[in-house]
């Protein structure tokens, strides 16, 4: 079992030069700038603010690690935030390419995405990275509290065949609000550390 309340903030990078080199196992959290991975972060280790959250999208910049005994756990800067400039654009793209592509242990990613909108583009083109590098992950349909429970789950399939997510790859949904599927999603996640 993982005790989430040892969790402790441990770095930020801003570039990928920056970032720790790394062999401990890590567990990522990626997906559109907003989606609610800082929240669903801070809902696991049953923190209010440990993990920053703004109302305004593009609030995470930087690629923050937590640890947990020894273990990280990776909020990652949200993709797809549009006023942002060409620089950021390219600063974003070198820094998730040095995550995703450095030698590291990634246990799990997790791929967040809104289960009220349909699958955007760039979620399409995430997930298809993460397959293109052999990352394993599942998926959190985020904002579950805004649908009725048949509504999410109906919405959920549709987005995994608007994703092409195959069927051995598994979801979940999830409210960081209302605290629903959290459970869940710890399961998928120590299933994959084998605990
Ligand atoms: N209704 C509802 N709102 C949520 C939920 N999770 C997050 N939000 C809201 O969505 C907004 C963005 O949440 P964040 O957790 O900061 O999202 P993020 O993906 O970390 O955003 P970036 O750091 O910009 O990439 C905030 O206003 C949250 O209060 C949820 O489960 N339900
Ligand atoms: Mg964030």
């Not at 989430?4 to 567990?27: C, H, W």
């Not at 791929?111 to 009220?116: E, F, G, H, T, Y």
């Not at 760039?122 to 509290?145: N, R, V």
Request: proline share 3%; net charge positive.
């Amino acid at each position: 079992m993982i005790n989430y309340n040892l969790v402790k903030f441990t770095m930020s990078a801003g570039t990928a030069e920056q970032l720790p080199n790394n062999d401990r196992p890590e567990i990522a959290f990626v997906g559109r700038s907003n989606v609610g991975k800082s929240s669903l972060m801070n809902k696991l280790f049953g923190r209010k603010d440990l993990v920053k959250v703004s109302s305004k999208p593009g609030k995470t910049t930087t690629i923050n690690f937590f640890a947990i005994g020894g273990m990280d756990f990776v909020d990652l800067p949200g993709y797809g935030y549009a006023r942002v400039n060409a620089t950021e654009k390219q600063r974003w793209d070198n820094l998730m390419d040095g995550y995703f592509e450095g030698e590291r242990n990634i246990k799990l990613v997790v791929a967040l995405v809104d289960i009220r909108h349909d699958a955007s583009p760039l979620d399409a083109q995430m997930i298809g990275y993460l397959e293109s590098l052999g990352h394993p992950y599942a998926i959190a349909f985020t904002k579950a509290d805004k649908l009725s429970h048949s509504r999410g789950v109906a919405q959920a399939r549709l987005l995994r065949e608007q994703l092409c997510v195959d069927e051995s790859v598994r979801s979940v949904l999830v409210s960081s609000l209302k605290g629903t599927g959290i459970d869940d999603l710890k399961k998928v996640i120590e299933e994959r550390l084998n605990f």
